[in-house]
């Protein structure tokens, strides 16, 4: 028995408890086990359960798994799991007052449990059946609407969850583990989708219970993380929920050495782990539903990763990843963001995403161990995704946004670059980025001067700066205010094409900064209205309708 589980009372290891449903006895008259109907055991004997397991368990009996798998059945069950009928209401009463919880944690937590090889009373099989059955308990325990645990067993559940995520995170090896440094895999049995689950059902309960998140000391953040990097998390919501929690626990945490210590801690707890972590922030950067609040939980992973834990991820930045490395993630998540928002774009979720993307950005082109690759990967960032726009949008909100947060060198450190790369690639890059640099410099120029600092000296400065910042920028492409300005402020052209579908993809909404990309990222809006033209999304709709489409449309409807 573990020394220090819990004790189930009538459950010993020489007497097994009673039950109405075995069918045949032994010759001493005693109960022959193999007999026992478990279905009917875990349906009309619930209180009897935890015992049940208990002495199985103990006396390793081959019963365990048949008893296991029936309770994972009728836990499983669409009515009971889902909450939509009281039918099952005395049964959750049973598992939690009888401490079934208890005993399936402590048996996960024993230190020789998910043995290898399947004549192995504790094999793997076993120990995701365990999980299994103690995920959908404390699911069905924390969110049925008809039926609440009873607050003294969510307490000793929660006592015992430092434990089980500490036992967790020793054998993350059975979460995923790679062969070699590109390919990830799963551990075998399928354990990670039922960990996963479990992981965030104990998390939210622990929160529920606690009011806060579990410490980094209790590895709970280690294996969310470890779990979210690896494929069988696609599941967007799983790893929203696990994002999300991470989120809260970074924020909680005021100490910037636990903060370190859990860096390091993950980007060197196995071999090729930076690699995999590094591959898959870049591709959920990228995804089309990291919008507003899912963008916003990836700001704590651009933190406290790129700028605390680039000792481990610099080798991952390569030169020749223009398509899917860091940079340009960051700044496909920042376009997509300022594009497809819900939410303006001083929103908190698009102002503080972006600022944070824009330092890490300035921040990798500055180190001397990302400089190189960093700036590769920049130069066909300018080029391909119109960056220009967006330093101009974020430059022209930067004098009152966050102004204690903000560093207006960031932004200088950034356009300065984005100067020097187009003067070294003078035919490929500087004719692009000229271009992208008239469309937006007089609009940039004029919002600029059109904040009023309100007696507030520290915004004038920085409004001062910004815009002797941008002029400077604007003379290195031979733009001055004495030309004529070149505005967005104004309605985009119909499509020459009638037939929708032959279109350019491209935003046709002039202040977007995909409206002069040279690729786009993700689905495009036709207006309903003329058919004429395309957008990223009801946001980059109206402000074209309001900047004359209206007209447009009407007119093109009429012919």
């Known amino acids: 028995m573990k020394p220090d589980g819990i004790q189930v009372d009538g459950a010993t290891a020489t007497l097994p408890p009673p039950t109405r449903f075995g069918l045949k006895l032994n010759d001493d008259w005693s109960l022959d086990i193999s007999s026992v109907d478990w279905d009917q055991v875990v349906r009309h004997e619930p209180y009897l359960v935890a015992k049940w397991i208990a002495y199985l368990h103990q006396n390793e009996h081959p019963a365990s798994m048949a008893l296991l798998n029936a309770l994972s059945t009728l836990l499983a069950s669409s009515e009971s799991v889902k909450g939509e009928s009281t039918k099952f209401a005395p049964q959750w009463s049973d598992f939690f007052k009888s401490n079934l919880v208890l005993i399936l944690m402590d048996i996960a937590s024993e230190p020789d449990m998910f043995g290898a090889g399947e004549s192995t009373f504790r094999n793997s099989a076993y120990g995701e059946t365990c999980l299994s059955a103690l995920s959908d308990l404390l699911f069905v325990g924390t969110n049925l609407k008809t039926w609440k645990a009873p607050p003294c067993s969510v307490r000793e559940i929660v006592l015992r ?10 054998r993350r090896h059975l979460i995923g583990w790679s062969d070699d440094d590109v390919t990830a895999h799963l551990g075998p049995h399928g354990i990670f989708l039922p960990t996963f689950q479990l992981m965030l059902n104990l998390t939210d309960l622990y929160y529920r219970n606690l009011g806060r998140c579990p410490l980094f000391s209790t590895f709970a953040a280690h294996v969310l993380l470890y779990m979210w990097a690896y494929p069988g998390s696609q599941s967007s919501a799983l790893s929203d929920r696990a994002l999300d929690f991470l989120n809260s626990i970074v924020r909680e945490e005021a100490n910037l050495d636990n903060i370190q210590f859990f860096v390091d801690s993950m980007l060197t707890c196995d071999k090729n782990f930076a690699r995999h972590f590094h591959t898959r922030l870049c591709q959920d950067l990228q995804a089309q539903r990291t919008v507003d609040g899912v963008l916003n939980n990836f700001t704590f992973i651009v933190i406290a990763f790129a700028r ?18 860091i940079i340009p993630s960051l700044i496909l998540a920042c376009r997509r963001q300022i594009c497809c928002s819900k939410s303006p774009v001083d929103a908190f979720s698009t102002g503080t995403f972006t600022q944070h993307a824009l330092q890490t950005v300035s921040f990798l082109l500055e180190e001397k161990s990302t400089r190189d690759a960093a700036t590769k990967q920049y130069a066909r960032c300018l080029v391909d995704h119109n960056f220009v726009a967006i330093l101009s949008q974020w430059l022209a909100r930067t004098p009152e946004y966050h102004a204690s947060q903000i560093r207006i060198s960031d932004v200088f450190h950034t356009l300065k670059i984005a100067s020097d790369v187009a003067s070294y690639n003078k035919k490929t890059i500087y004719p692009t980025v000229q271009k992208d640099v008239v469309r937006v410099w ?25 815009i002797e910042m941008w002029q400077f920028f604007g003379r290195h492409f031979g733009i001055t205010e004495r030309q004529r300005p070149t505005t967005l402020q104004k309605s985009s052209e119909l499509s020459k094409s009638t037939k929708y579908w032959k279109i350019p993809q491209k935003c046709f909404s002039n202040v977007c900064p995909c409206a002069a990309a040279a690729t786009q990222h993700h689905p495009m809006r036709v207006c309903k209205g003329c058919y004429r033209v395309l957008y990223c999304s009801r946001t980059c709709q109206q402000a074209d309708w309001k900047l004359g489409h209206n007209s447009l449309c009407k007119a093109a409807r009429v012919q």
């Open 161 to 170: 969850a430092d434990l089980f995520f500490q036992r967790t995170w020793e």
């Open 308 to 325: 605390r834990g680039l000792r481990h991820l610099s080798p991952q930045i390569m030169p020749n990843d223009t398509s899917k490395g």
């Open 442 to 466: 007089y609009d940039t120029l004029k919002s600029l001067q059109r904040i009023q600092p309100k007696g507030n000296i520290e915004i004038q400065e920085r409004k001062d700066g910004a």
